[in-house]
């Protein structure tokens, strides 16, 4: 299956943006998703997880961002609210438990 990141962009701090990542095929059979994301200069780290009906997600983003899934349509979502110029990186989505190829991902820029 290949994963398609995108609907990033440019917003100032505090507002919002959703993230879209399109598989290729049935996501059905796929249990966890996540969405990921590496800034300039860091390790790409995890920051949302689904896990059948469960999320889990990094302290920095928790209470900010909802993670959510659509399986008829293939789709997993990344709700980001009151952005922060810390979020500004790079997104990817990914399977946590035997991770994919990485897709180009999108990126996501927050201005003060």
């Known amino acids: 299956v290949q994963l398609q990141a995108s609907g990033g962009g440019l917003v100032r701090a505090g507002k919002s943006l959703r993230l879209s990542c399109a598989a290729s095929r049935s996501i059905l059979s796929i249990n966890s998703m996540g969405w990921y994301r590496q800034a300039p200069g860091k390790e790409r780290e995890l920051v949302a997880a689904i896990n059948g009906g469960r999320t889990n997600y990094a302290g920095s983003v928790k209470g900010r961002f909802t993670i959510s899934r659509d399986n008829a349509n293939n789709t997993v979502y990344l709700q980001m609210n009151s952005l922060k110029p810390e979020d500004t990186a790079v997104y990817y989505c990914?399977?946590?438990?035997?991770?994919?190829?990485w897709g180009q991902g999108t990126q996501v820029t927050v201005s003060s």
């Open positions: 990914n399977v946590p438990v035997r991770l994919l190829p």
